[in-house]
């Protein structure tokens, strides 16, 4: 039973997991305005970062509605807090959540990346509204009260989180696939690519050898019909030497 329940532990629910963690960044968020560098470094470097710090507004606790100068003054008080000097009992850590802080900044000062995660965070809004209308309907068709637990407001925001969370998760790893995939194309053209030049250097070697060698090829074919000619010739000589016998004429009585 032991083993079992370790077991069930290590591999948690994806639902749990992420009930779990909204929880704790919805406690984080309420305390937002007293937070000290410590707990800032937790949340950025809390079980599950590599995933949660895929969304770039919640890196940076921010709005996706909210302005530029908003932004930039979040970006700064937030760095100011976990940058590494400030952390000198902890660097390694405070550097490692400077460096999200700094990498979900940048990526919403590029108009392009920031566009694909108000993208991604509105979608996840809509799937869950669908979810919801779908729920409705069906309690509708079958006469009930169309209550739904969405329609607590921090439900709904718990659901969106979930949501917005799972399709961040399923973007990376796509493009880590899509990654992995261009490295392993760009890895046998590479080799197709040595194959070639190795291929075409032992055609050139060949070629420059067979150059090389082709004076004495003709020389030894030379001297090969030099000595068949004249062995022909001997043979010629000594044949006109011979002389043929003569004929003793007989005489008549």
């Known amino acids: 039973m032991a083993a079992a329940g370790g077991e069930s532990s290590a591999k948690p629910d994806s639902d749990e ?6 929880s704790e960044v919805k406690q984080i968020e309420k305390r937002d305005s007293v937070l000290t560098s ?9 079980p599950g970062a590599s995933y ?18 908003a932004l930039k003054k979040r970006f700064r008080a937030l760095s100011i807090l976990v940058h590494p000097d400030k952390n000198q009992d902890d660097p390694d850590r405070a550097q490692q959540a400077f460096e999200a802080v700094d990498k979900a900044y940048k990526q919403l000062l590029d108009p392009e990346q ?18 919801v209308s779908e729920k409705k309907k069906k309690l509708k068709k079958e006469g009930k009260d169309q209550t739904v637990e969405e329609d607590d407001p921090e439900v709904f925001r718990q659901a969106v989180y979930k949501q917005t969370m799972k399709l961040f998760a399923e973007l990376e ?65 000594k044949r006109s030497f011979l002389k043929p016998p003569k004929v003793k004429m007989e005489q008549r009585e």
Do not use: C
């Not at 707990?39 to 809390?46: A, M, S, T």
């Open 114 to 131: 920031k566009k694909r995660a108000v993208d991604v965070i509105q979608a996840g809004r809509e799937y869950i509204e669908h979810m």
């Open 38 to 46: 410590k707990q800032q470094i937790d949340r950025l470097l809390r």
């Open 173 to 237: 790893i796509k493009r880590k696939e899509r990654e992995a995939k261009d490295m392993h194309e760009r890895k046998r053209a590479r080799e197709e690519e040595i194959e070639a030049a190795e291929k075409a250097k032992r055609e050139r070697e060949w070629q420059k050898n067979f150059e090389e060698t082709r004076d004495g090829r003709v020389d030894s074919w030379r001297n090969f019909q030099a000595k068949g000619k004249s062995k022909s010739k001997s043979k010629g000589e």
């Open 17 to 22: 997991l992420f009930q779990t963690f909204y």
């Open 52 to 69: 949660f710090n895929l969304n770039p507004f919640e890196v940076l606790q921010i709005d996706p509605d909210a302005t530029d100068d």
